[in-house]
């Protein structure tokens, strides 16, 4: 779990270090789901590599050493339990910004729909074996693309004129 742990722990240094140059300050909310969703990757990648390589009739410790140390089933319950802590995590910042952004119902709920979907699709993704990295996943499943593609539309839509009108 180390191995996974540290290098998601890299990309919330990189989003410290990008918030330190942008003089912003980073909020818990962004901080959790930056480290839960490259979790979430990181143990779909290796979920995905011992899939494949099972595939192949290989031992997935030849490609990787650690994963001699991961079963498919806490791979599994891993890839879970982070895809749950993101959506709690975003969940949590969704209800957190309900004033600035409900017009009848909080809009930004919305967005829970493609984040769950895009987050759901690429369990499914990695439990077929499909893909071993969720780079290639990302830039080759329609599926995935459409609720990336949505969920930005989503945030665009309501930061630049929902916000705004309620002096968000």
Partial sequence: ???????SLGFVVRVL???????????TW????????????AFCKRLGERKLMQRAGAEA??????????TDELLRMSVVVTAVAVLVTY????QAHEVEYTRGFNLL?????????????????????????????????????????????LVVWLVLWVGRAGGG
């Fill in 30 to 41: 962004l901080l959790n789901v930056t480290l839960f969703l490259a979790m979430f990757l």
């Fill in 91 to 94: 969940a949590m910042y969704v």
């Fill in 109 to 153: 709920w919305l967005t829970m729909l493609p984040a769950t979907y895009g987050l759901l699709r690429a369990i499914v993704l990695v439990e077929r074996g499909e893909y071993d990295d969720p780079t290639e996943m990302i830039s080759r499943d329609w599926r995935v693309q459409l609720a990336g593609a949505v969920f930005v539309g």
């Fill in 1 to 7: 779990m180390a191995d996974v742990i540290s290098l």
């Fill in 61 to 70: 410790s030849s490609v990787r050493t650690v994963q001699g140390v991961y």
């Fill in 17 to 27: 270090g990008g918030c330190a140059a942008a003089g912003v300050t980073p909020s």
